[in-house]
């Protein structure tokens, strides 16, 4: 997983989220406290949160461990910070 600090110089926003079926799902906004990712708004308006544990690589785009379906149906749309 990535930490923080690292996650932060690697994901920058408007980097594109793509799924283990290398399929574009969403954007990044930004890096969301310690762990999440915030994503741009959908078409709805709705911008959504996926943890940093589901980061698998990040190039020109994040890279992430489950296909887009499964994202979309365990995204957030509010974040759940670490209380650690």
């Not at 932060?8 to 406290?33: R, T, W, Y």
């Not at 589901?54 to 979309?72: C, L």
């Amino acid at each position: 997983m990535l930490d923080s600090e690292t996650a932060k110089e690697l994901i920058k926003p408007q980097m594109p989220v793509v799924c283990s079926n290398n399929g574009q799902f969403a954007v990044v906004d930004h890096i969301e406290g310690l762990d999440q990712i915030k994503l741009a708004k959908d078409k709805t308006g709705q911008h959504h949160y996926i943890p940093l544990t589901w980061v698998t690589s990040v190039d020109d785009k994040v890279h992430i461990n489950r296909p887009g379906d499964q994202a979309m149906r365990e995204w957030t749309t509010t974040p759940a910070y670490n209380k650690s």
